[in-house]
């Protein structure tokens, strides 16, 4: 019999989950897997709960939640050789999406019994783990005043609403934006609006860039320099289709970094989100990567 931890968000999607996850494991136990079940009860307990374990040496670590769950779990298995398996339950599950491991938990169960991985890099971010991006400016300040009853009736649809009001009264403030490129050499820039992507998905199954790649030491890093709500508004509008045609609107630049800090020259501090949460205010310090972790993957 083999051993695990299924670490979950009791209301992860905006439902009840513990009967849900209770029946998952039991069906894991028929097929040769314990399962310890652990529920979170607020923010950063997944990664206290993990490390909590981690002296039993669990052959794998599974996850039921939004990406934010998971990475928490991944900045307690960073550098180990323990395996992640992520059940998808939240309201855009990003990872799940980038690495094709489903869309509920029960479609990606298959993944308890897989013995092939992918690496996953974990990276620092506004005093947290992210596993997908960090944005400064309005993607960050849908994240942050999104109303959490739009985000749990509609979902995705609920930060279209909430991004619809930001793009009126959006102010493209100053941002300088310095830090390592892929070299190591020192850059300096100014942006308007600032995104940094370790996944090439993006809200979903948007690709905010092809040219990010999760198993490396590098962030794709995506400034948006000009100041017309046009040019904002073609940004997000070709983002949705997966082709990346928006790095191509007027006033946006990429290139990959090994780190970078975003301050806020507008004389007042702007919003900050990590994969897709709110994480206070500028100035963030993003990076150097901090460690890899093996994600469970369909054999």
Not at 40 to 64: I, N
Not at 70 to 88: F, K, Q, R, T
Not at 175 to 194: K, N, W
Request: net charge negative.
């Amino acid at each position: 019999m083999r051993r695990g931890l299924l670490v979950y968000n009791p209301a992860a999607g905006g439902r009840d989950r513990t009967a849900q996850m209770a029946a998952l494991a039991e069906r894991a136990r028929t097929r040769g897997l314990e399962l310890s079940l652990l529920a979170t009860e607020g923010p950063r307990h997944a990664t206290a709960l993990v490390r909590g374990h981690l002296a039993g040496k669990p052959d794998l670590v599974a996850v039921a939640g939004g990406d934010g769950t998971v990475a928490e779990a991944a900045e307690a298995l960073a550098g180990s050789e323990i395996p992640l398996a992520i059940l998808p339950a939240g309201t855009t599950n990003v990872v799940a999406r980038e690495y094709g491991l489903g869309a509920t938990p029960e479609e990606a169960e298959a993944l308890l019994a897989s013995t092939v991985t992918r690496t996953l890099t974990t990276w620092p971010s506004a005093g947290r783990t992210s596993l997908i991006c960090t944005g400064v400016g309005f993607d960050a300040r849908v994240m942050s005043n999104v109303n959490p009853t739009l985000k749990r009736i509609f979902g995705r649809a609920g930060f279209s609403i909430t991004a619809t009001l930001e793009w009126y009264r959006y102010e493209f403030p100053p941002i300088e934006v310095t830090g390592l490129d892929a070299d190591g050499r020192p850059f300096e820039r100014r942006a308007t609006f600032v995104l940094s992507a370790n996944t090439r998905r993006y809200g979903g199954d948007a690709v905010l860039s092809p040219f990010a790649d999760p198993d490396d030491d590098l962030l794709d890093l995506v400034l948006f320099t000009s100041e017309d709500r046009g040019d904002l508004f073609q940004f997000y509008r070709l983002l949705p289709d997966g082709r990346a045609r928006q790095l191509g609107v007027r006033g946006v630049e990429r290139f990959p970094v090994r780190s970078f800090t975003a301050r806020s020259l507008a004389g007042y501090e702007l919003e900050v989100q990590v994969d897709g949460d709110g994480a206070g205010t500028t100035p963030v310090d993003v990076g150097p990567a901090a460690g890899r972790v093996a994600i469970l993957v369909p054999e």
